[in-house]
């Protein structure tokens, strides 16, 4: 039986965990309701690294964490991230020990605490949670994510951008429509960029305007519906995307995509 321990920032990993797992408000017919992108995580360590990532039909999610390891093989293992949200966000430790066999996890935290989940088998999303892994972000050369020619890059700051989210999400329907047009200096001689949401019959609409973190390039009107605002971080990040085109957020060590959401009514 092969057994490998890593040793993790608890703090770092909670996040990143919460970060992949996206819980927050996602249109669903003409409402919007919480949900998640999945329950399952997979887990890959790789040269000093422990990447988590998640998918669904409909988007896939990578976030970066640094970590030891008592192995230097590259490994993977597949949780459910209910069950270990449960138990990590209940231990008080600095550090987080996860001990990975054939077939369970255990995670053990200063002071006596300890958990033990099983491995899950399968995650039901790798072709796409397969194409973020592989998708790297190269500045001044073409994006392009599987087939897709990506046209539009805006540069914007994390807090700025999950603000305009949560602002917005304040109607209520959990979806939001990207505005970019390159040049645009309406913000202060800042290029801008527009988010905004409105109801599902649009007699109600809001936006915020907020400047972009440098020049960008393209134009883009492009909607979509999930709680980024849980993936923004404090720091410098990329929106890559162009009109009607999938969504691709960028920052430190972390990435994501998104479909676009096409409205029926």
């Given at each position: 039986?092969?057994?490998?321990?890593?040793?993790?920032n608890?703090?770092?990993f909670?996040?990143?965990?919460?970060?992949?797992?996206?819980?927050?408000?996602?249109k669903?017919?003409?409402v919007?309701?919480?949900?998640?992108?999945?329950?399952s995580?997979?887990?890959?360590?790789?040269?000093?690294?422990?990447?988590?990532?998640?998918?669904?039909?409909?988007?896939?999610?990578?976030?970066?964490?640094?970590?030891?390891?008592?192995?230097?093989?590259?490994?993977?293992?597949?949780f459910?991230?209910?069950?270990?949200?449960?138990?990590?966000?209940?231990?008080?430790?600095?550090?987080?020990l996860?001990?990975?066999?054939?077939?369970?996890?255990?995670?053990?935290?200063?002071?006596?605490?300890?958990?033990?989940?099983?491995?899950?088998?399968?995650?039901?999303?790798?072709?796409?949670?397969?194409?973020?892994?592989?998708?790297n972000?190269?500045?001044?050369e073409?994006?392009i994510?599987?087939?897709?020619?990506?046209?539009?890059?805006?540069?914007?700051?994390?807090?700025?951008?999950?603000?305009?989210?949560?602002?917005?999400n304040?109607?209520?329907?959990?979806?939001?429509?990207?505005?970019?047009?390159?040049?645009?200096?309406?913000?202060d001689?800042?290029?801008?960029?527009?988010?905004?949401?409105?109801?599902?019959?649009?007699?109600?609409?809001?936006?915020?305007v907020?400047?972009t973190n440098?020049?960008?390039?393209?134009?883009?009107?492009?909607e979509?519906s999930?709680?980024?605002?849980?993936?923004?971080?404090?720091?410098?990040?990329?929106?890559?995307?162009?009109?009607?085109?999938?969504?691709?957020?960028?920052?430190?060590?972390?990435?994501?995509?998104?479909?676009?959401?096409?409205?029926?009514?």
């Open positions: 039986m092969s057994i490998v321990t890593y040793t993790v608890h703090k770092s909670v996040e990143a965990v919460e970060a992949i797992w996206l819980k927050g408000k996602y669903s017919s003409t919007s309701k919480t949900d998640v992108i999945s329950n995580a997979v887990a890959i360590y790789e040269n000093g690294w422990l990447e988590l990532l998640n998918g669904n039909d409909k988007s896939a999610l990578s976030v970066k964490v640094e970590m030891a390891s008592t192995d230097t093989k590259d490994n993977m293992f597949i459910d991230i209910e069950k270990m949200m449960k138990y990590i966000k209940n231990m008080k430790t600095e550090q987080l996860i001990t990975i066999n054939d077939a369970k996890i255990s995670l053990v935290g200063q002071g006596g605490s300890k958990a033990v989940l099983p491995k899950l088998l399968e995650h039901t999303s790798m072709a796409l949670i397969t194409m973020i892994r592989a998708f972000y190269v500045e001044d073409p994006v994510f599987g087939k897709t020619t990506m046209t539009c890059i805006i540069p914007v700051h994390g807090n700025a951008l999950a603000d305009a989210i949560k602002f917005c304040l109607v209520g329907t959990a979806t939001f429509k990207i505005d970019y047009v390159e040049g645009n200096e309406d913000f001689g800042l290029e801008t960029l527009t988010i905004s949401s409105s109801n599902h019959h649009r007699t109600e609409l809001v936006e915020k907020m400047p440098g020049s960008g390039k393209g134009n883009a009107t492009v979509f999930a709680p980024i605002d849980k993936f923004c971080i404090n720091g410098d990040m990329n929106i890559i995307t162009g009109d009607n085109m999938p969504i691709i957020l960028t920052g430190l060590n972390r990435k994501m995509v998104i479909a676009p959401y096409i409205r029926v009514d």
